[in-house]
Antibody
Framework: EVQLVESGGGLAQPGRSLRLSCATS????????MHWVRQAPGKGLEWVSG????????YYADSVKGRTTISRDNAKNSLFLQMNSLRVEDTALYYC???????????????WGKGTMVIVSS | DIQMTQSPSSLSASVGDRVTITCRAS??????LSWFQQRPGKAPKLLIS???TLESGVPSRFSGSGSGTDFTLTINSLQPEDSATFYC?????????FGQGTRLEI
């Protein structure tokens, strides 16, 4: 069974950092691109970042560019999102997503985790 | 960035009805359009990719159409479990962008 399990969320003060992780299983991790998408409480979906199978293609939303780094460890079947200089508006449920492609296209985001909640508040 | 605008923002329908949700892109995106369903408290689920390709396991009452800037998601013979929020997504140009969502109440 394909599984994506996010962790690392929690409460953080504005300006601080958090590192989100996504542990995957049930598929050949390095065959697939991966994404992070977030959803603020009661709001819609916002794409955050995507990374290709070999980390050769990395993309960010403007809202997080310069403050956020996506990475992956293919040996450990894991995806990460390092978030720095956190803002109140980063408060959201962060989903880890598999894309059915080795490249970051966004066209087949077919498996989603349950998400990890990030709350940024003083 | 490409803006995706969905309409309506919400709608109410009855079991057995047919509903159509529209998604309009601020510029042409060919058929780089996906549809997702998000039931309350759950993660989104990919229903349709490439504007009209139904994902495996998705009931055939769901269908998608369109190209360029205008797209539709049609649900025939509504079922109670179709209550959800539906999102379109464009993957033509990065950043990838979602529509604001359409809440469907059965």
């Amino acid at each position: 069974e394909v599984q994506l399990v996010e962790s690392g969320g929690g409460l953080a003060q504005p300006g601080r950092s958090l590192r989100l992780s996504c542990a995957t299983s049930g598929f050949t991790f390095d065959d697939y691109a991966m994404h992070w998408v977030r959803q603020a409480p009661g709001k819609g979906l916002e794409w955050v970042s995507g990374i290709s199978w070999n980390s050769g293609g990395i993309y960010y939303a403007d809202s997080v560019k310069g403050r956020t780094t996506i990475s992956r460890d293919n040996a450990k079947n894991s995806l990460f999102l390092q978030m720095n200089s956190l803002r109140v508006e980063d408060t959201a449920l962060y989903y880890c997503i598999r894309e059915r492609s080795p490249s970051v296209t966004g066209s087949h985001m077919d498996v989603w985790g349950k998400g990890t909640m990030v709350i940024v508040s003083s | 960035d490409i803006q995706m605008t969905q309409s309506p923002s919400s709608l109410s329908a009855s079991v057995g009805d047919r509903v159509t949700i529209t998604c309009r892109a601020s510029q042409s995106i060919s058929t780089y359009l996906s549809w997702f369903q998000q039931r309350p408290g759950k993660a989104p689920k990919l229903l349709i990719s490439s504007a009209s390709t139904l994902e495996s396991g998705v009931p055939s009452r769901f269908s998608g159409s369109g190209s360029g800037t205008d797209f539709t998601l049609t649900i025939n013979s509504l079922q109670p479990e179709d209550s959800a929020t539906f999102y379109c997504l464009q993957s033509y140009i990065k950043p990838i962008t979602f529509g604001q969502g359409t809440r469907l109440e059965i």
